[in-house]
């Protein structure tokens, strides 16, 4: 059996998720990369070869919304490598729009991915970790986590959902010596801008079109002036060597100040400044 460390992340076809499955295996991890469509792992094994890590990469299809797709990846890790020491529950969408305007089926699709998805494949790793006393759980929230903003309702939903979930889940596994742990990032360049956001379509019947339209407008600057998503790796690379790492790792301009300000100011004050941006 392999003394190196085994790592499962979902979401590996761009974005965070195929960064980190590069500098993990950099750093003598066995990466098992999960993406829903495997057509997609041509640019992750491009990178992989680049870095002389293609032989550490093990590219398996997993829909984090398929439980038997998780149900047999999980088998498969435990198969081949006999344990599991790090998930990452990287996977994720963000559905924007104002509340109101946001179909319920938008509202499902944004939680079965990010918050069933994130919770099905941590109860599938959870037996294996316990049983081995040993084991690390990263979550990728947002600092869509922390603080709610007009439009982004179902994205911060869902992400106050894994922070309420992962709060609770490390207090029940820290017995084990099971570490569950939550990444925080502001904005980064990657796919999700475009692919998620960046699709929202204001219905022609919106109440919200003028305060709609602006902060799709503000969302594109943010997008053009988001960093570059290397960052978020080397956290995530920073808990995995991380023997005992804490509960929470904001990362990016302005992920940690968002938290604080919503700590130590009045949420009258917070909500003016965000009411007169937009
Ligand atoms: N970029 C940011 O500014 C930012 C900030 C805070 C948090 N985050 C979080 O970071 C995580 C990664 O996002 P990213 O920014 O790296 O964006 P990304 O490049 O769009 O990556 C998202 C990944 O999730 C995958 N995915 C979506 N639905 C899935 C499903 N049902 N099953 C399996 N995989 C699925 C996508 O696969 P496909 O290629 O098949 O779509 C893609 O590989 C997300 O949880 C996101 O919420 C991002």
């Not at 992340?9 to 993406?35: N, R, Y």
Request: charged fraction near 20%; charge should be positive.
């Amino acid at each position: 059996m392999s003394r190196r460390k085994i790592v499962w992340i979902t979401g590996t076809s761009s974005g965070f998720g195929l960064l980190a499955s590069i500098v993990l295996a950099q750093d003598g991890c066995e990466v098992v990369a999960t993406m829903r469509n495997t057509e997609k792992q041509t640019e992750l094994i491009r990178r992989a070869k680049e870095a002389a890590v293609a032989d550490r990469i093990h590219v398996r299809k997993l829909d984090v919304t398929c439980e038997s797709d998780i149900a047999s990846v999980a088998k498969a890790v435990v198969d081949s490598f006999g344990r599991i020491d790090i998930l990452v529950n990287n996977a994720g969408i963000a559905v924007g729009g104002f509340v109101e305007d946001v179909a319920m089926d938008d509202w499902r699709r944004q939680f079965e991915t990010n918050v069933f998805g994130l919770i099905a494949c941590t109860k599938a790793v959870i037996p294996h970790m316990r049983a081995q006393r040993n084991g690390t759980i990263i979550n990728i929230s947002s600092v869509s986590g922390r603080i709610g903003l007009p439009a982004f309702g179902p994205y911060a939903a869902s992400k106050f959902a894994v922070e309420g979930f992962s709060e609770s889940l490390r207090l029940e596994l820290l017995p084990y010596n099971v570490y569950v742990c939550l990444v925080e990032p502001a904005a980064f360049k990657t796919n999700i801008w475009e692919t998620s956001l960046g699709n929202t379509s204001i219905p022609a019947s919106s109440a919200y079109q003028e305060r709609a339209l602006r902060m799709m407008q503000q969302i594109e600057r943010t997008a053009q002036t988001a960093g570059h998503p290397h960052e978020v790796a080397r956290v995530i690379r920073h808990i995995a060597r991380t023997p005992r790492p804490k509960l929470r790792y904001p990362v990016g301009k302005g992920s940690r100040l968002s938290t604080v300000a919503k700590a130590v100011l009045p949420w009258r004050w917070i909500e003016n400044m965000i009411v007169k941006r937009i």
